[in-house]
């Protein structure tokens, strides 16, 4: 090789590294600039919202309307549960789309503990358990009697504290604690103490991964 092709060699060398060092450096700093802006939508939520505990990084907001439509759809859910049953519709499907929906369980994990759920079957952490305790029928769990059947006409819930005190956000997980209220075909209201903690998805929904609920204790007189 002569010397000149040597020369004509290294100096290609030399500008395709530095055409792949340019490349580089402007997809490393096209990335920083998503995440920057992405951090300046995310902090202007918070700043919006007045969140005080969003964790550091957060790549994404839960807003309360967010939180609260969560809420509003569970509580309308179960109702509709309900009112299938009694107008012969297919109640069983419908609740396992509202599981799929509302909770996490076809992404990653859920802790649930129904209100009327006890012994080895107080915890339904899998859609089977959790599915038997809303439209019973499952031979596994006996004692289901589907609790969405009964069925209620009207659901509603409070969270607690004034305006949304009772709610937590911490960037992509929020989490509430206040009360539901449910009422009969006979008027009679029931109200249960309800803790949810809510997780948005990479498709911007939210959806339970924690759900506990327990009768209020009452003492003896």
């Known amino acids: 090789m002569t010397t000149r092709n040597i020369a004509l060699t290294v100096l290609a060398t030399s500008l395709l590294a530095t055409s792949c060092d340019q490349a580089a450096?402007?997809?490393?700093?096209?990335?920083?600039?998503?995440v920057t802006q992405t951090n300046e939508r995310v902090q202007k939520v918070i700043d919006d919202l007045g969140l005080v505990y969003v964790e550091e990084g957060?790549?994404?907001?839960?807003?309360?309307?967010?939180?609260?439509?969560?809420?509003?759809?569970?509580?309308d859910a179960l109702v509709k549960i309900g009112q299938m049953k009694e107008e012969g519709g297919d109640y069983k499907a419908y609740a396992e789309q509202v599981l799929s929906e509302a909770y996490n369980?076809?992404?990653?994990?859920?802790?649930?503990?129904?209100?009327?759920a006890f012994g080895d079957k107080t915890f339904r952490n899998d859609k089977k358990g959790a599915l038997a305790y809303f439209v019973g029928g499952d031979p596994d769990y006996p004692n289901d009697k589907g609790f969405a059947l009964t069925p209620w006409v009207k659901a509603r819930y409070d969270n607690a504290g004034e305006n949304n005190e009772g709610i937590q956000i911490y960037g992509s997980v929020a989490i509430t604690m206040g009360n539901v209220w449910v009422t009969g075909k006979d008027g009679k209201e029931v109200m249960v103490d309800k803790t949810w903690v809510f997780k948005k998805g990479k498709d911007?929904?939210?959806r339970i991964i924690?759900?506990?609920?327990?009768?209020?204790?009452?003492p003896a007189t």
């Open 58 to 75: 957060a790549q994404d907001v839960v807003t309360y309307d967010e939180v609260n439509a969560a809420q509003q759809a569970w509580c």
């Open 105 to 116: 369980y076809d992404y990653g994990k859920v802790f649930f503990k129904p209100t009327l």
């Open 210 to 218: 924690v759900h506990k609920s327990a009768l209020p204790f009452v």
């Open 204 to 206: 911007g929904k939210l």
């Open 25 to 34: 450096n402007r997809a490393k700093e096209e990335a920083q600039k998503a």
